[in-house]
């Protein structure tokens, strides 16, 4: 399985960014994809996950804000990221899981997210 992550950057806070997580390879055994992310001094958690049913999980600090979803056709999972905080700057990984909230097995390259005050 190869994940390749793409769409992070320089934002305000305030603003939106949208993170593409594009999987390809032996996805039979995946049930479930998930976005973490590690910030400056921190360790990588995770934030988002979606299973293959469309159930999502999201970690307290992003709910309300953050939205996962998939494009089932396009083997894409998308993290929409809305009034973002400085707080939220850190590397966004996105990983592929054999198990829901069992952690990632295949991970994706990281994507800089930076939001400026």
């Known amino acids: 399985v190869q994940l390749q992550a793409s769409g992070g950057g320089l934002v305000q806070a305030g603003g939106s960014l949208r993170l593409s997580c594009a999987a390809s390879g032996s996805l039979s055994d995946i049930v479930a994809m998930g976005w973490y992310r590690q910030g400056p001094g921190e360790q990588r958690a995770v934030i988002a996950v979606?299973?293959?049913?469309?159930?999502?999980v999201y970690a307290d600090s992003v709910k309300g804000r953050f939205t996962i979803s998939r494009d089932k056709v396009k083997n894409t999972v998308y993290l929409q990221m809305n009034n973002l905080r400085p707080g939220d700057t850190a590397v966004y990984y996105c990983?592929?899981?054999?198990?829901?909230?069992?952690?990632?097995?295949?991970w994706g390259q990281g994507t800089l997210v930076t939001v400026s005050s």
């Open positions: 990983a592929a899981s054999k198990t829901f909230m069992g952690g990632g097995d295949y």
């Open positions: 979606i299973n293959n049913g469309g159930y999502t």
